[in-house]
């Protein structure tokens, strides 16, 4: 029977137990790398918006019912509110990105709109009649009611990649080493 020889040095056994200790004392605030966290997220978030979807591209704006006469926008990109919304906050155990718009949670999972809608009278001019041009006049369109069914497609926002995980990761364990 052949056997494996250990010898452990008491100055190891001392030198790990400070290390251990160190870990231990860092690990209790680690607020630093939870900012560190912070910023990888928005940054991700941000990243997110401008390539118009990460890692799968967002459905095109021509492709929503929703928004069909507005094909040269970018999608989540109209007013710019959503986008400058976006915030990071961390504590010393926790960080996040998000954003504090009502209608982000729409966009960010998808809604299908099915309601019916009061339409007050009003005037429209119009200059074709069954798909034939007519000279332009001004027509009188009585109050009525009108059914909207209108789907918004998920269009995942707040979300990180695997890469910025293992930045992240690497943050933290960088921390608790003492780097």
Not at 74 to 94: H, P, Q
Request: proline fraction near 6%.
């Amino acid at each position: 029977m052949s056997g494996v020889r250990l010898t452990i040095d008491i100055e190891d056994l001392i030198e790990l137990g400070e290390d251990l200790e160190g870990i231990s004392n860092r690990a209790k605030d680690c607020s630093v790398p939870m900012k560190i966290a912070a910023q990888i997220l928005e940054a991700s978030v941000i990243q997110n918006f401008e390539a118009g979807g990460r890692p799968s591209p967002w459905t095109p704006l021509a492709e929503s019912t929703l928004l069909a006469k507005a094909p040269k926008r970018k999608a989540l990109i109209d007013s710019g509110r959503l986008f400058d919304s976006i915030t990071s906050r961390f504590d010393a155990e926790s960080a996040g990105a998000g954003t504090n718009v009502v209608y982000a949670a729409v966009h960010q999972f998808g809604h299908k709109f099915d309601k019916t809608v009061d339409v007050p009278e009003h005037e429209r001019r119009i200059s074709q009649a069954f798909g034939k041009p007519i000279a332009p006049k001004t027509v009188t369109v009585r109050a009525h009611k009108m059914k909207m069914n209108t789907e918004v497609p998920a269009r995942p926002f707040l979300l990180a990649q695997d890469e910025d995980i293992e930045d992240i990761k690497q943050a933290i364990i960088d921390y608790l080493r003492g780097g």
